[in-house]
């Protein structure tokens, strides 16, 4: 089955404790993109990647990093966590880098930093 | 700047009523248009795609959405709710960006369907 696979669904964790969040998806598709959705303001992109080695900044980069070293994986790295981060997250990818495609989604990352 | 704005975040529609969720767009470009689905607790689906083949464009479950350009919307409607489409929805706008491309998601409305 084609899809995004995010991990984990639920995370709880301190301020300044190192975490991962891990995405997968088994469709070779070029374009990957991270996403954080908070009550009000919709999906902001974080990081979006248009192919392996290739990462740039979105709109709310700040207090994280990602790495594409395989194509299929794209994880979201939060080196030292803040309040100001608990979120739900959202990994996304495409087909292509082109105008026009479609995304498709995995099921999210419910993050709590306390 | 490109923008999109959803008016209402909560809509409330009985059973077999028409759905009518609003979206309106500011983009310096021909726009790609897109409304997206979010079931409680998944991540979001693609519901239907404007690419400018047509101005009414159909997508699943029921649901179709008029591209008007003077207007600059891009309302998605469903004639006869149902209680399983309860669910947030997001509209957004795919717009070039840096030799690739960028979404612009407007803040989401969330359908109640009343019995």
């Known amino acids: 089955e084609a899809q995004v696979t995010q991990n984990p669904r639920y995370l709880i964790t301190v301020t300044g404790k190192k975490l991962t969040v891990t995405c997968s998806q088994n469709?070779?598709?070029?374009?990957m993109s991270w996403y954080r959705q908070d009550p009000g303001l919709g999906l902001r992109q974080i990081y979006y990647s248009m192919n392996v080695e290739v990462t740039d900044k979105g709109d709310v980069p700040e207090g994280y990093k990602v790495s594409r070293k395989e194509k299929r994986n794209f994880p979201l790295i939060l080196e030292s966590p803040s309040p100001n981060q608990t979120s739900l997250y959202f990994c996304?990818?495409?087909?292509?880098?082109?105008?026009?495609?479609?995304?498709?989604f995995g099921s999210g990352t419910q993050l709590s930093v306390l | 700047a490109q923008s999109v704005t959803q008016l209402g975040s909560h809509v409330s529609v009985s059973e077999g009523a028409l759905v009518l969720l609003r979206c309106n767009y500011s983009s310096s470009v021909p726009p790609y248009l897109f409304w997206y689905v979010q079931y409680p607790n998944q991540g979001l689906q693609l519901l239907l795609k404007?690419?400018?083949?047509?101005?009414l464009v159909k997508g699943i479950n029921g649901f179709e959405a008029e591209f008007k350009k003077s207007e600059t919307s891009f309302h998605l409607t469903k004639p006869s709710a149902h209680m399983s489409d309860a669910a947030e929805y997001f509209c957004?706008?795919?717009?070039?960006?840096?030799?690739?491309?960028?979404?612009?998601f407007g803040t989401g409305t969330r359908l109640k369907v009343l019995a």
């Open positions: 469709m070779n598709h070029e374009y």
């Open positions: 996304a990818s495409s087909r292509s880098r082109n105008l026009g495609e479609k995304l498709f």
């Open positions: 957004a706008v795919s717009i070039p960006t840096s030799g690739t491309y960028k979404y612009i």
């Open positions: 404007y690419t400018s083949a047509a101005t």
